[in-house]
């Protein structure tokens, strides 16, 4: 399947700081080093979805009926 591709403009210096930034690494370039940090920040910011335990949670809503904020 070959995959599709779209282009992102970013400013040419911050192009230049990424192109010195992964100089000697084993990013290839930086459209592959920008994807791979897209995708990071992507998945820490998912599994941020259920900051409360489903204890936390009832601990805070018996808070809320507490105070009169919920019924």
């Known amino acids: 399947m070959k995959k599709e591709f779209t282009a992102v403009s970013i400013p040419t210096s911050l192009y230049k700081e990424i192109e010195e930034a ?24 998912g599994s941020q979805e259920d900051v409360f335990s489903p204890e ?16």
Do not use: C, F
């Not at 000697?24 to 995708?39: E, I």
């Open 56 to 71: 936390d949670e009832e601990k805070v809503k018996d808070r809320l009926k507490a105070l009169g904020y919920i019924d």
């Open 22 to 45: 992964i100089r000697g690494t084993a990013d290839p370039s930086v459209p592959n080093y920008v994807a791979r940090v897209l995708r990071e920040s992507l998945k820490k910011t």
